[in-house]
């Protein structure tokens, strides 16, 4: 089975500084590679994927993740963080068939104004 | 629009009591799940469903129960069984098409035991 490693369970930043949240997978062929971000009370919504091709992804609401077969890594970053971007982060993987899915533990992102 | 809806939003059970958790997809996913969350543990995987009429045991499958009667819907019942069943539950689909292979989830039931 898969393994999903988020390293810090909570992260802080100021207010428009550089937002880095940190994800390690195991596997021994890349898998699909995604993050996801969670409001209090919801439902997790996608910000971005990796399936393959170019290995920077872009995502929504500014936020982009690196892909990196080497390092077995898939790290978040915003170059600016905003106050809306306090909430919950998971880094996730699913095999090839796309249909068993693993998540991380979650990192808890706070802004500071 | 097509999606995932859960219901109820919360819902609250008695001790030794019953209760089911609804899930319908509209999205013609064939794969469905149930994830527990609770504060610092992720996503466990409750029970997953990959076509009708047939479902597996994820990690933490003691105490609940499901069916897959339909390709639309994947109720979840949480038994009496289930000893901390006070948690948040999300249901998600997928649909292995090689395009869209990100999971979608519902906004969650949040389930308190009195």
């Known amino acids: 089975a898969q393994s999903v490693t988020q390293l810090g369970s909570h992260v802080s930043v100021s207010e428009g500084a550089l937002v880095l949240l940190r994800c390690n997978y195991s596997?021994?062929?890349?898998?699909?590679l995604f993050w996801y971000v969670q409001y209090p009370n919801q439902g997790l919504q996608l910000l971005l994927k990796?399936?393959?091709?170019?290995?920077l992804v872009k995502g929504i609401n500014g936020f982009e993740a690196e892909f990196k077969k080497s390092e077995t890594s898939f790290h978040l970053t915003k170059p600016s963080a905003h106050m809306s971007d306090a909430a919950e982060y998971f880094c996730?993987?699913?095999?090839?068939?796309?249909?068993?899915?693993?998540f991380g533990t979650g990192t808890s992102l706070t802004v500071i104004p | 629009d097509g999606g995932i809806t859960q219901s109820p939003k919360y819902l609250f059970r008695k001790e030794g009591q019953n209760v089911t958790l609804s899930c319908e997809q509209n999205?013609?996913?064939?794969?469905m799940y149930w994830y527990r969350q609770d504060p610092g543990q992720g996503l466990r995987l409750i029970y997953y469903?990959?076509?009708?009429?047939?479902?597996q045991k994820g990690d933490i499958a003691e105490g609940y129960s499901v069916s897959r009667e339909k390709k639309e819907s994947f109720p979840l019942t949480v038994t009496s069984a289930q000893k901390n069943p006070t948690a948040f539950y999300l249901c998600?689909?997928?649909?292995?098409?090689?395009?869209?292979?990100?999971?979608?989830f519902g906004q969650g039931t949040r389930l308190t035991v009195v």
């Open positions: 998600a689909s997928t649909g292995g098409n090689s395009r869209r292979v990100e999971a979608f």
């Open positions: 596997s021994s062929v890349p898998p699909y």
């Open positions: 990796y399936t393959t091709g170019a290995t």
């Open positions: 996730a993987v699913s095999d090839l068939t796309g249909n068993q899915f693993y």
């Open positions: 999205l013609n996913h064939d794969a």
């Open positions: 469903s990959q076509i009708v009429n047939d479902f």
